[in-house]
């Protein structure tokens, strides 16, 4: 979603600011924009709608030079796509401010402030706090203070950095319910909501709280709690590479990230199984005594993520772990009754997610034994916030479509299995099995995607269809999920996803010739079971599109199939959720859309 960069500096900010936005165009956005206070001491804005590019080509045909700045990416929430909406907001020449997250109490304040003689730009509830700001530097003139009281009126969740003519050193930011990180320099400091923009210049970094408000200058940082008071946060070393950005030979980014996924699986194994045994220790030491509490487990999560946690909940309740999955938004706003012994599973790649990271914080005392994320990025909220993280090590995910992250989360998903497992008396020998067969995993994996090209020219069929049905059973009900939700989120075409057996209860009357029916037939005791569904679908003229195990047999006429190599049962959904993601690929491609960042959508949902 939105995304945020500043840098106070001795030199000009503006290639940073527009290097960091390019870094952050992953995250979704309808416009940006950026100010800097120029040498003669007052504030320079470009805003552009479209993308980085676009404000790009508005800065060197009439450039603009600071050495202290702040910039923006936006994803309308409020006000349609427009320069007058675009970041970052100013009220007259006083202040210039740029936000993430929602101002619930926006209507009021706006009204407020126009009683008062402020006029207003804009649809969005950010300029509101520009108004507010000015309003109070009247009798403040301090920034930071004028700061620490306006966010008192605010209601709702934000990331703010604020910059003002009259601070020729200072950026003032805070942060409430949308994260924030310092970046930190050698005479020169920075903010951005995710270290991925700030990495071609520092791996430095600070990482503010819940309710911090935060001083930037240039020869160093200052940090305030929610109280006010001075507040002391570690500064960490980001392991993350700046050339994780980079495409290579790929045509797009997600491209790339469904080829990793053999590698970043790989990664995710690495030292957590070894000669037929799962390293619980690598866990970290807290897990070993909350999986020794655990007697349920709930999973929150959002998207593609609460598809990972779906298929987790066969796995779970095969060794006999009771298991809710819940999406997040619904969650937390219902009244939860929490089984003794319950363990609160969280899963997001970002780890900001808004509406899980909120439904972390009312777990903490609604009873569970602990809280535990499966996450991708080790600085993020969730990361610190829950009692214990297994991280997936997928690396930066640039594609809004989510591929890698989803894979390795399901192959983390496996490891707390088997932890848990050990704790209902799963026999060393059938362990020693179910870790080779995760040993196994990226070879396999690897297997699928030399079909690439085979699933490409299947894709062919698709690229003038309206609507897709998704089927599967099982395990495999929430893999035909992801593989729906990934054909409309790139491609736009209406797809749908639904288990076999339910056919014949409403979805069967959308099949006809034109409907394009996807299927996973891994060789499992509902197969037969499947293949008859998918004879409901024959008989109503529906085409066929499956992918079967070796040892499958179809006998079924007018299909497409793509067969294979044999899969073990345990880590099949896994396998079988890549050659969708191709599948979905190749469709968006042929149909000329923006495939790593489709229309409408962010890869960060930071607000609610």
Same mark, same amino acid.
């Given at each position: ?13 503006? #290639?940073? =600011? /527009?290097?960091?936005? &390019? ?9 940006? $924009? !950026? *100010? @800097? ?103 403040? #003139?301090? =920034? /930071?203070?004028?700061? &620490? ?9 934000? $990331? !703010? *950095? @604020? ?105 995710? =194994? ?16 807290? *897990? ?321």
């Amino acid at each position: 979603m939105c995304g945020i960069v500043g840098a106070v500096a001795q030199r000009n900010v503006v #290639p940073i =600011l /527009l290097e960091g936005l &390019q870094r952050l165009e992953y995250r979704g956005y309808d416009s940006a $924009g !950026l *100010a @800097v206070r120029q040498a003669d001491g007052n504030l320079a804005r470009i805003r552009a709608v479209g993308k980085v590019a676009m404000l790009r080509q508005l800065q060197e045909s009439n450039p603009i030079l600071g050495d202290l700045g702040i910039a923006h990416t936006r994803w309308a929430t409020h006000g349609m796509p427009a320069e007058r909406n675009a970041h970052p907001h100013m009220s007259g020449e006083k202040v210039a401010v740029v936000h993430n997250g929602i101002i619930e109490n926006h209507a009021e304040l706006r009204e407020e402030l126009k009683a008062k003689g402020y006029f207003f730009t804009s649809e969005t509830d950010t300029e509101v706090i520009a108004h507010l700001l000015a309003h109070l530097l009247e009798s403040e #003139p301090d =920034l /930071l203070k004028a700061v &620490q009281k306006a966010v008192k009126h605010l209601v709702g969740a934000y $990331g !703010l *950095a @604020v910059s003002s003519p009259d601070e020729p050193d200072r950026l003032v930011v805070a942060r409430a319910g949308s994260p924030l990180v310092v970046g930190l320099g050698v005479g020169e400091n920075f903010i951005a909501s995710d270290v991925f923009a700030l990495l071609p210049v520092t791996q430095r970094f600070v990482f503010l709280e819940e309710g911090d408000i935060a001083e930037i200058r240039r020869d160093g940082i200052r940090v305030f709690d929610v109280a006010g008071n001075p507040a002391q946060r570690p500064e960490r070393i980001s392991q993350i590479s700046a050339s994780t950005a980079d495409k290579g030979p790929y045509a797009h980014y997600m491209l790339k990230e469904i080829f990793e996924q053999p590698s970043v699986i790989a990664e995710t =194994l690495e030292g957590r199984i070894h000669k037929g045994r799962l390293l619980e220790e690598s866990f970290g030491h807290e *897990a070993r005594a909350l999986f020794d509490k655990t007697r349920g487990v709930h999973i929150i999560a959002c998207g593609t993520s609460y598809h990972a946690g779906l298929v987790a909940r066969y796995w779970l309740e095969e060794i006999g772990i009771p298991c809710a999955v819940e999406v997040a938004s619904e969650y937390r706003y219902r009244k939860v009754v929490v089984p003794e012994g319950t363990l609160f599973l969280s899963i997001s790649q970002s780890g900001e997610t808004a509406d899980t990271l909120a439904a972390l914080r009312f777990a903490k005392s609604a009873g569970y034994v602990g809280s535990l994320t499966i996450c991708n990025v080790p600085e993020s909220s969730l990361t610190r916030e829950s009692d214990v993280a297994l991280m997936t090590r997928a690396g930066p995910e640039i594609g809004v479509a989510s591929t890698k992250a989803f894979t390795t989360q399901l192959t983390a998903l496996r490891l707390v299995t088997l932890a848990l497992a050990r704790r209902r008396g799963l026999a060393a020998e059938d362990e020693k099995r179910l870790v080779d067969e995760l040993h196994a995993l990226p070879r396999q994996v690897e297997v699928v995607l030399e079909l690439s090209e085979a699933i490409r020219a299947m894709a062919a069929a698709f690229a003038d269809k309206q609507d897709a049905l998704f089927l599967g059973r099982g395990a495999f009900y929430p893999i035909a999920l992801e593989g729906a939700l990934k054909l409309k989120e790139i491609s736009y075409i209406h797809a749908e996803a639904y288990p076999a057996g339910e056919l014949k209860h409403g979805p069967l009357a959308l099949v006809d010739a034109s409907m394009p029916v996807v299927c996973a037939l891994p060789d499992d005791p509902l197969l037969d079971k499947v293949l008859s569904n998918l004879q409901e679908v024959r008989a109503r003229g529906g085409e066929l599109f499956l992918f079967s195990d070796q040892k499958v047999k179809i006998e079924l006429d007018r299909y497409q199939n793509l067969t294979l190599a044999d899969i073990y049962p345990s880590t099949a959904p896994i396998v079988y959720s890549v050659p969708l993601q191709l599948l979905a690929y190749h469709v968006a491609v042929l149909k000329g859309t923006d495939v790593d960042q489709p229309r409408n959508l962010a890869k960060s949902v930071t607000v609610e």
